[in-house]
Structures are given as structure tokens and as C-alpha cells.
């Protein structure tokens, strides 16, 4: 069974940072592109950062370039987004995803396994 578990999220001072890891099981973490989204109540899921399976290509949304970073390891089968300068508008449920092999992609229906998401709130 895949299980992705996200964890660090939590509440944090707007100007705070916070380091968000995706823990991966019952797959090879290696081999698969990852990704970061993010949702609000009301509204779409919404691409935040991805990684691919290479590691060697990142992407990142306009809204959240030069502040945020993705990453991740393979031998721990682990993917993180560091989180800094956050703002009142990066409150929300981030998602971990993952997409096997190919290109990495912003488009959500296009990942095939999801975390159950990790609050994060910036209070101003």
C-alpha cells in the first residue's frame, strides 16, 4: 500500500519559516516526480512547487518563488519544501504528490498518489 505522510506544517508569525517533509512508503520513492500543492476552503488545489524524478528540475509558482525551495532524498525516501518569508496568504492544506517517471507537471490530475495534507497557518 502507498501511503505518503506529510508533517511539519503548524502555526508560524508571517516572516517565519517552516519545513515541511513527505514521508513515502510501499513504493521507490526514486523514479517519481513530486510535487507540492496547496488548498483552501472554497477554492482549487492549487500547484506550489514540484521536483523531478531526477531532482534536477524544480518549478515553483510565481506567488511563492525566491521564498520557497523543494527538495528531496532519495535513500530516505523523503521530499521537503522549505518554507520562509511566509505570508498570511500561504495559509492552507499543503499536499505532497507524487507522479511516476516522465516529466514533471503543475497539473494535478495528473499525479497518481496524495498525501492527506498538513495545516499551515501564518498569522499576521
Known amino acids: 500500500q502507498v501511503q505518503l505522510v506529510e508533517s511539519g506544517g503548524g502555526l508560524v508569525l508571517a516572516g517565519g519559516s517552516l519545513r515541511l517533509s513527505c514521508t513515502v512508503s510501499?513504493?521507490?520513492?526514486?523514479?517519481?516526480?513530486m510535487a507540492w500543492f496547496r488548498q483552501t476552503p472554497g477554492k482549487e488545489r492549487e500547484y506550489v512547487a514540484g521536483i523531478s524524478w531526477t531532482g534536477d528540475t524544480t518549478n515553483y509558482a510565481d506567488s511563492v518563488k525566491g521564498r520557497f525551495a523543494i527538495s528531496r532524498d532519495d535513500a530516505e525516501n523523503t521530499g521537503y519544501l522549505q518554507m520562509d518569508d511566509l505570508r498570511f496568504d500561504d495559509t492552507a492544506t499543503y499536499y505532497c504528490?507524487?507522479?511516476?517517471?516522465?516529466?514533471?507537471?503543475?497539473?494535478?490530475?495528473?499525479?497518481?498518489?496524495w498525501g492527506q495534507g498538513t495545516q499551515v497557518t501564518v498569522s499576521s
Open positions: 504528490a507524487l507522479k511516476p517517471w516522465g516529466a514533471t507537471t503543475s497539473e494535478a490530475h495528473r499525479y497518481t498518489y
Open positions: 510501499g513504493l521507490t520513492f526514486k523514479g517519481n516526480n
